[in-house]
């Protein structure tokens, strides 16, 4: 089992990107999904989750009103819209399953600088 997340880069601070998860040999519907992220020298937290029919979202405080996760259960694939970027949201962002954690994948670099 694998997650593959897509769509990081380098953006200007206030830039948008859009992050996609999606697995490989498996299918997320039956899963709650959260986003986590990797700073430089920094441990991984959490910063969204969706539970599986895309009804009840949560958001980490710094990115609360700038940052949806969504998901779209018939394309398998679970996304991150960031908006209004901050030189603080620089990171390796990874996507996992809420419960029953399996190996982290390779993340998407999101790298915000001016």
């Known amino acids: 089992l694998q997650l593959v997340e897509s769509g990081g880069g380098l953006v200007q601070p206030g830039g948008s990107l859009n992050l996609s998860c999606a697995p490989s040999?498996?299918?997320?519907?039956?899963?709650?999904i959260g986003w986590f992220r990797q700073a430089p020298g920094k441990g991984r937290e959490g910063v969204s989750c969706?539970?599986?029919?895309?009804?009840?979202?949560n958001y980490a405080d710094s990115v609360k009103g700038r940052f949806t996760i969504s998901r779209d259960n018939a394309k398998n694939t679970v996304y991150l819209q960031m908006n209004s970027l901050k030189p603080e949201d620089t990171a390796v962002y990874y996507c996992?399953?809420?419960?029953?954690?399996?190996?982290w994948g390779q993340g998407t670099q999101v790298t915000v600088s001016s």
């Open positions: 996992n399953l809420l419960v029953g954690q399996i190996p």
């Open positions: 969706i539970n599986t029919m895309g009804g009840s979202t």
């Open positions: 040999g498996f299918t997320l519907t039956h899963y709650a």
